[in-house]
């Protein structure tokens, strides 16, 4: 092939052999043999030949993965091809052994970053073999031992001392996770066995398994913990066990430390003994646990300090743990742990099962938090708060983060699914239990309204893909358990339990959800076990086993279209947004009318007539958008609802205003309806107040802005946002800001608007951090970014170092800086993701800033390319860091050279993009959404905005 550079060469000189050759010169060599002008017409020949078959080959390349008709089709076959490749491949244990007790001991080394560690894991045989099979990986195992049948009343200790036979080790395999020990001795059913293993490890730093982290004391110094991060398939690279979560057993844990630190572990410390053979050491042993998964246990070495929390008398001792000088960080927790524990209390039934409840701030941890049962870990962003400078949505955030993390102590510790391919039953449950809380502890905060908007939408954008999932998902290899945690994992479960709350009924729901944790605490479950503890029953013949398995046994979502008539209306299901084949949803259909009939039906097939003298009056359909699907509408129906919002809106609650805009725009935007509709709908906003309909119409029109983007049409845009927002400009500078007013200084802001320039410029150069209000000081960062130099820039950027920076501040600062519209401060800004300047739980941000812009759009897929080999060999094991690159960038693109050049970047990085490979499929397909949208839609878009 040749190369662009070498073909410019090759035409450069020969144009300059022409301009110096005299025309003698030239008939002087016709007169001679043509030999050397046919090696030149042979070489012409050759570069013509090679150009030609370089087109066909990119014709050929971008007809299969560049953006054509049949592109999605391709390469959605594609990853199938790929990750099926070793679905026959067994990676599962089997039943044969299964443990009933670990004594775990690791000695960690904070100056190597090293371990040793010991487990004795008593087994019991359900049938004759002569091999055990476990999960190991990266642990180097020093010593195997198995020693003969158990009397059950011994300890272990008791056995371990006696000495019993062994059993001899003949040989060890090892495939992928599992390591094989296979015995010269069957080991016979009913018996149980001890198997001692010693082994060696690391200490990493990649936010898995057994890791260290890091922080600066009050004095500047570096000081370093040793965590742990076991969920979901982690805790095989600490000590060698069955890591599957319904091998539950106990675990009795000892964790040496220096005399200076403190060890935290599931349960409370037992005692301390010192150390026999190393001065300066001590063993610290705990209680033992319940039966448990692998995926709980945690430990951490630290010299952190902590705060009690009040509780009963009789309750769980509660502390929070954070470094010395971020104690005072913890007042909202402190006051909020409580609430909320008290609150699950109630509402199950059951007592918090363990008698103590460790929450502590790590430094770098990739996750927001994880439920270890007994020792939650937070990122510090997650649990502490600075109440004299962060503000409402920080504590939102921290408040659902709590409230989900201790909603698992029973949905997943308590009660854990047998099985990754029922994650829903435990995120799920979390989710929408961390809603219940907020709205019941804080009423204030709108949560029961808003959460269609924060969880349901947000599951809507991801379950409309093509590469979407049943949230009863079959798992059959290891990467497809990482992947399974996403987006919409988490929220279209808690809008189906949701929804299965308001067909039933808040008693009978609360009544079966305490069945469920009474009846499989301590144990194993399905999502057949959840379904059988409600009453079997809904409504019309309909079991609920048969509803919720419609929504958990198939992907994506339905559209309801109402057709009304005088005395009826008729409503169809349908897939969304294509009427693929598939069968059908069990749907709760609940209306409203405008003279207040209500009622809630069963959709169980395709279509359904209801008799109603509507006389027309308007029809809603999905009251409080408690069903999750999509409502569509004749034209008359719709003319009669938008004229309703106009007249008085209070009629119609404002989660449903919220839904209407959203599901208008997106029927719109596919070609259901003409975007007249929801143009018209959302001029009632002009005189409302409410942030919750507000929020979701400038969601809405945010996706119309990043399609716009990159357009001449974008100025016409803008100044139709402004016109737009024209009746809450007076917000700027007011006192009393809230959530709708953030929102709307952020966006006229980002439109250029003088006023709200002036006013952030000004807030910029004459505040200090604490003096700037939380709900602007974010759009006050940005706009200082992009509208100065690179001198405001240099000093954000060094603000990131302040060893006094608590994480919500440091995340409001790497969000900022992107903001800027110089291509050099992009890129360097993003070379510090990979050169070590910022922590890898942080790099998110950085992807997340930039893709908000056009010039960090265009500098961020460069640097995607040209810099892909370095970010994957520093991030292979971050599986977080490569899922926020594609979620929080990726998936922000949206014009036909991105599509292209996304599609390239997957074919020729398919192998490294194997573990995120799923969402990278579900970013094209998006960014080819949004390239068909411009080709279809733009003409009729720019009607509505000139």
């Given at each position: 092939?040749v ?34 002008c046919?090696?030149?017409?042979k ?8 150009s ?24 959605l076959h ?24 670990y004594?775990?001991r690791?000695?960690?080394?904070l100056?190597t ?23 190991s990986?990266?642990?180097n ?11 059950g009343?011994?300890t272990l ?20 996770d ?8 069957n ?24 890791y ?11 000081k370093?913990?040793?965590?742990t991060?076991f969920?979901p ?8 066990c ?7 057993a ?5 964790i040496a430390?220096?005399?200076n ?28 646990t319940?039966i448990?998964?692998t ?35 913890t ?39 994880m439920?270890?049962?007994?020792l ?33 102590q029973w ?27 907020e ?34 998902a079959?798992?059959?290899n ?19 339990l ?25 144990n ?12 079997d ?12 398995s ?27 947004p ?19 009939l209500?009622s ?7 279509t359904?007539t ?15 958008q408690a ?8 034209q ?26 959203d ?15 929801p ?5 009632y ?17 945010s ?12 100025i ?14 007076e ?11 953030s ?32 709900s ?29 920076n ?20 992009i ?71 991105d ?6 970047f997957?074919?020729?990085?398919k192998?490294d993009l ?12 998006k960014?080819s ?15 509505f905005?000139?």
């Amino acid at each position: 092939m040749v190369h662009v550079s070498d073909i410019l060469l090759t035409t450069d000189t020969m144009h300059e052999n022409t301009d110096h050759s005299s025309r003698i010169e030239f008939l002087e060599s016709k007169s001679k043999p043509r030999r050397r002008c046919l090696i030149s017409f042979k070489k012409a020949l050759l570069f013509i030949v090679c150009s030609t078959v370089s087109i066909i080959l990119i014709v050929t390349f971008m007809y299969y993965f560049g953006p054509t008709m049949s592109f999605k089709g391709k390469m959605l076959h594609d990853l199938e091809v790929f990750l099926n490749h070793d679905k026959h491949k067994p990676f599962r244990l089997s039943d044969t052994v299964q443990p009933t007790h670990y004594r775990l001991r690791i000695f960690p080394n904070l100056e190597t970053f090293a371990f040793d560690g010991r487990v004795s894991i008593k087994v019991f045989t359900n049938s004759d073999t002569n091999e055990i099979v476990l999960h190991s990986v990266g642990l180097n195992i020093t010593s195997v031992e198995l020693l003969k049948p158990m009397n059950g009343s011994e300890t272990l200790e008791q056995y371990s001392v006696h000495k019993k036979a062994y059993i001899k080790l003949v040989t060890t395999l090892t495939d992928d996770d599992r390591m094989t020990f296979i015995f010269e001795e069957n080991l016979i059913a009913g018996n149980s066995y001890l198997l001692d293993l010693k082994f060696h490890g690391k200490i990493g730093d990649d936010l898995i398994g057994f890791y260290r982290s890091g922080y600066y004391d009050s004095l500047g110094k570096k000081k370093w913990i040793a965590t742990t991060h076991f969920q979901p398939i982690y805790a095989r690279r600490t000590f060698p066990c069955f890591d599957e979560p319904k091998f539950k057993a106990q675990f009795q844990i000892s964790i040496a430390r220096r005399t200076n630190t403190t060890v935290l572990s599931n349960m409370p410390l037992r005692e301390t003994e010192l150390h026999k053979n190393i001065t300066g050491y001590v063993w610290d042993h705990f209680m033992t646990t319940p039966i448990m998964s692998t995926y709980l246990v945690a430990f951490t070495i630290s010299d952190f300090k902590s705060v009690n929390v009040s509780t009963k008398i009789t309750g769980p001792v509660i502390r929070i743990w954070a470094p010395k000088q971020s104690l005072y960080q913890t007042d909202f927790a402190v006051n909020s742990t409580n609430m909320i524990l008290n609150f699950y209390e109630s509402y199950f039934k059951q007592k918090y099962t363990l008698p103590k409840l460790d929450l502590i701030a790590i430094p770098d941890f990739s996750k927001g938090a994880m439920e270890n049962w007994g020792l939650i870990s937070f990122r510090d962003s997650s649990l502490l708060l600075d109440n004299t400078t962060d503000g409402f949505l920080s504590r939102e955030h921290v408040f659902n983060t709590l409230a989900h993390e201790i909603a698992h102590q029973w949905f997943g510790n308590l009660v854990t699914m047998s099985w990754w391919s029922d994650l829903w039953l435990n995120e799920g449950f979390a989710t929408y239990m961390a809603f219940m809380a907020e709205a019941q502890l804080n009423p204030s905060w709108e949560s029961f309204d808003s959460f269609g908007l924060e969880v349901m939408h947000q599951a809507f954008t991801f379950d409309s893909y093509r590469t979407s999932h049943n949230l009863h998902a079959l798992i059959v290899n290891n990467l497809e358990i990482e992947q399974i945690f996403d987006t919409l994992t988490y929220y279209k479960s808690a809008a189906i339990l949701r929804m299965l709350n308001f067909t039933i009924g808040q008693d009978k729901f609360v009544k079966g959800v305490r069945r469920y944790v009474e009846k499989w605490s301590f144990n194993s479950t399905s999502e057949g076990s959840l379904f059988h503890s409600f009453d079997d029953s809904i409504k019309e013949n309909i079991t609920l086993n048969a509803m919720m398995s419609s929504w958990t046994h198939q992907c994506g979502f339905p559209l309801i279209t109402a057709l009304t008539k005088n005395s009826s209306f008729t409503i169809i299901q349908t897939k969304f947004p294509v009427n693929t084949t598939y069968g059908y949803w069990v749907v709760p259909i609940s209306y409203k009318t405008k003279n207040n009939l209500s009622s809630t039906i069963i959709l169980h097939n395709n279509t359904r007539t209801v008799f109603l003298d509507l006389n027309q009056n308007w029809l809603l359909l999905n009251l409080y958008q408690a069903g999750y699907y999509r409502v569509n509408y004749n034209q008359e129906n719709w003319d009669l609802l938008i004229n309703q919002l106009e007249i008085d809106p209070s009629l119609i609650p404002a989660s449903n205003q919220a839904q209407l805009i959203d599901d208008a725009f997106e029927l719109a935007s596919y070609g259901f309806i003409n975007y007249e509709i929801p143009f018209r709908l959302i001029k009632y906003l002009s005189n409302e107040t409410s942030p919750i309909p507000w929020k979701a119409a400038l969601k809405r029109l945010s996706v119309i802005e990043s399609n716009l983007l990159e357009t001449p049409h974008y100025i016409k845009f803008r100044e139709f946002m402004l016109q737009f927002l024209e009746p809450l400009k007076e917000v700027i500078g007011h006192e009393d800001e809230t959530i709708l007013s953030s929102l709307v200084i952020e966006k006229l802001c980002s439109y250029r608007f003088k006023p709200c320039i002036d006013f952030a410029l000004n807030t910029f150069t004459n505040c200090k951090f604490e003096e700037i209000s939380y709900s602007i000081r974010q759009t006050v960062y940005c706009t200082a970014v992009e509208i100065r130099t690179e001198h405001e820039w240099d000093y954000l950027w060094n603000q990131t170092f302040n060893l006094n920076n608590s994480g919500i501040k440091l995340r409001e600062l790497y969000l900022a800086l992107g903001c800027s519209r110089d291509s050099w401060i992009i890129y360097r800004y993003l070379n510090s993701t990979i050169n070590g300047s910022i922590a890898p739980q942080n790099v998110l941000y950085v992807w997340r800033s930039i893709s908000k812009n056009p010039i960090g759009r265009i500098i961020g897929l460069k640097f995607l390319e040209h810099n892909w080999r370095k970010i994957y060999d520093i991030y292979k094991d971050h599986f977080d860091v490569l899922l926020g690159i594609i979620e929080e960038f990726v998936y922000k693109l949206s014009n036909q050279e991105d599509l292209e050049k996304v599609t390239t970047f997957y074919a020729l990085h398919k192998n490294d993009l194997r573990s995120v490979s799923g969402f990278i499929l579900g970013a094209i397909e998006k960014i080819s959404a949004h390239v068909f949208w411009q080709k279809e839609y733009l003409e009729e878009i720019l009607q509505f905005i000139s």
